[in-house]
């Protein structure tokens, strides 16, 4: 009998459909000479302090498993930037643990919490990777469409409409990437009370919390009634450019971190001590360096938006993360025909909405974590782009 | 606003009114008067290019000299520093503290240029007592700017 890998994959994880990002990537990455405004991560290098600090520790020999919770200090350092920087505090003894990036601590926060029989509400369009986080659980992620005349919000109304008595949970994630989008504390107050007439919990993915450009970001964990029901997620890679140290973070009541604490100590044992050392220094030198990067992706924020409004394209502007969303339906094209043209003909990757959510079709993604440089260069090309499509 | 904008400045001293009054999100009229205000106050002092002379093949010596002075009454260390920086050759004069008193750069096309014009200018001024030459072997970094970055983009072209 001849033996075949295939038929011992497990179901859940043979359909998982691959990600709608990697057919795109193979395409951009044979070409050359692309501006590519694909990137979903800071193209700041991280903080030199942040570098020189974990040089140091290794030369100290710093090459050891830390406590599966993850080093006293670093949980000490992100309980007091919570409290002081969001007005959320938390027991750094009992109630946070260091994560593999954000990414490790929502499959651990949904593995936690869900199971089959239960539904989890996921607003879209989203990071690509909560839906197939919900499915390993064997529960059933239920998709709720955000729009464009709402500035891609979530609002209460169709919140409300989505839930069932399966619901047990939603993901929020605000600032939001693909989108830009970002709930005010009065628009998240008004769904935390949909949330608690429904007793769900909230997986809040807040990673690009750090990146709000008008006003300051709201932790829905803040909220009255809100926080023993919120698993708070965010990390180091976006705010402090330090996407490759895989340091994320992880805060909530206690009964929910005790148990999340066993799959992580069974799974990951604990995050790497090179990237909790330098996340430490961060924590501790890096807070003027962060507001410089912010500072410097707002105006590049301010100038993508001005040049793809006057260029005739459909967009809001963008209050968080480091993405705008702008709409390709009037060219005639869908997301992806337009990306692959936009690609072919003028050199500039961009990502096809779809690849986040059904109702991200006849958008783009465009990030602006490039230089001020590349990024006119970027919209010049797209502009003339347009220019062709709307006068053929 | 102000000084967002004289940093935008320092950052790139060509950048246009309106590019400037999109990414700080107001008027052109508005960055042009402040920047008019700017040049008038003698905030903004001149526009210049940071170049890598070494790079581009022009043989340049250039020194830093402690000096160190002894004030005179009631007008300190200025009346010596101003003896000192109007000589063309001086690019730069700052009063420091420690051992010296005045830290004085001055550009010349030889070594021996430089040193004679210290020996012969700088030294024999009144009040001078002592100077001590150091001479720039190497530019890593100057105004902000690292010469030889090797920092480029190493980042997939398409990610999450
Ligand atoms: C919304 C969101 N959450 C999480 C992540 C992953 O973050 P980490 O690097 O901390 O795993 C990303 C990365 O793109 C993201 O956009």
């Known amino acids: 009998m001849t033996f075949h890998p295939e038929d011992f994959i497990n179901p859940l994880v043979r359909d998982l459909p691959p990600s709608g990002i990697r057919k795109f990537f193979d395409l951009v990455s044979e070409m050359k000479d692309v501006i590519s405004l694909g990137v979903g991560e800071p193209d700041f290098i991280s903080p030199w302090h942040v570098r020189e600090a974990c040089v140091y520790s290794l030369e100290k020999g710093y090459t050891m498993y830390t406590s599966n919770f993850g080093l006293p200090e670093l949980r000490y350092e992100i309980a007091k930037y919570l409290d002081q920087r969001f007005g959320v505090p938390y027991n750094d003894q009992k109630e946070i643990i260091v994560t593999v990036g954000a990414s490790e601590a929502v499959d651990m926060a949904l593995r936690t919490i869900c199971g089959p029989g239960d539904e989890v509400i996921i607003p879209e369009p989203c990071y690509v990777s909560y839906k197939p986080c919900v499915r390993l659980t064997g529960a059933e992620p239920v998709a709720v469409p955000t729009y464009f005349k709402d500035e891609f919000k979530l609002t209460p109304e169709i919140l409300e409409s989505y839930i069932t008595p399966k619901t047990k949970a939603i993901v929020l994630s605000y600032p939001n990437n693909p989108t830009g989008a970002v709930l005010t504390r009065e628009e998240l107050a008004a769904i935390s009370k949909v949330i608690i007439k429904y007793n769900l919990v909230v997986v809040s993915d807040e990673i690009y919390g750090e990146l709000t450009y008008e006003g300051t970001h709201t932790c829905i964990a803040g909220l009255p009634e809100m926080r023993d029901r919120t698993i708070l997620i965010s990390g180091m890679s976006k705010a402090f450019a330090m996407t490759g140290w895989r340091i994320g973070y992880v805060a909530a009541h206690e009964d929910f971190i005790k148990n999340m604490v066993k799959i992580h100590q069974y799974t990951m044992l604990c995050a790497p001590i090179m990237g909790q050392k330098a996340a430490i220094e961060a924590f501790r030198s890096c807070h003027h360096e962060v507001s410089r990067m912010v500072e410097e992706y707002d105006q590049r924020r301010r100038i993508v938006y001005k040049r793809m409004k006057d260029m005739g394209l459909e967009v809001f502007k963008p209050q968080g993360a480091f993405y705008i969303f702008p709409s390709v339906k009037n060219t005639g094209l869908s997301s992806e025909e337009f990306a692959q043209k936009l690609l072919k003909e003028e050199k500039v990757a961009v990502v096809p909405g779809n690849a986040f959510a059904d109702c991200g079709e006849g958008f783009i993604r465009c990030s602006y974590a490039t230089s001020v440089k590349q990024l006119i260069q970027a919209m010049d090309r797209m502009e003339r782009f347009l220019s062709k499509q709307f006068s053929s | ?160």
């Not at chain 2, 102000?2 to 790139?12: D, I, P, Q, R």
């Not at chain 2, 001149?46 to 002379?53: D, E, G, L, P, Q």
């Not at chain 2, 340049?60 to 009454?73: L, M, N, T």
């Open chain 2, 1 to 160: 606003m102000k000084n967002k904008v004289l940093k935008l400045l320092e950052c790139n001293g060509r950048i246009s009114f309106e590019q400037m009054a999109v990414m700080l999100d107001t008027t052109v009229e508005e960055i042009e008067a402040i920047v008019k205000k700017l040049e008038e106050e003698k905030i903004i002092l001149k526009y210049s290019a940071v170049i890598n002379w070494e790079k581009a093949g022009v043989e340049e010596a250039v020194a830093i000299i402690d000096v160190k002075v002894s004030p005179q009454r009631e007008v300190g260390f200025d009346a010596i520093a101003q003896r000192i920086y109007r000589f063309p050759e001086v690019r730069s004069v700052s009063l420091i503290s420690g051992e010296y008193d005045l830290s004085v750069s001055i550009e010349g096309k030889s070594m021996k240029e430089v040193a004679m014009f210290v020996a012969q200018k700088l030294a024999t001024i009144d009040h001078v007592l002592s100077t001590r030459t150091h001479f720039i072997l190497k530019r890593y970094k100057m105004a902000g700017v690292i010469f030889e970055d090797e920092e480029v983009d190493r980042r997939e072209v398409i990610t999450p």
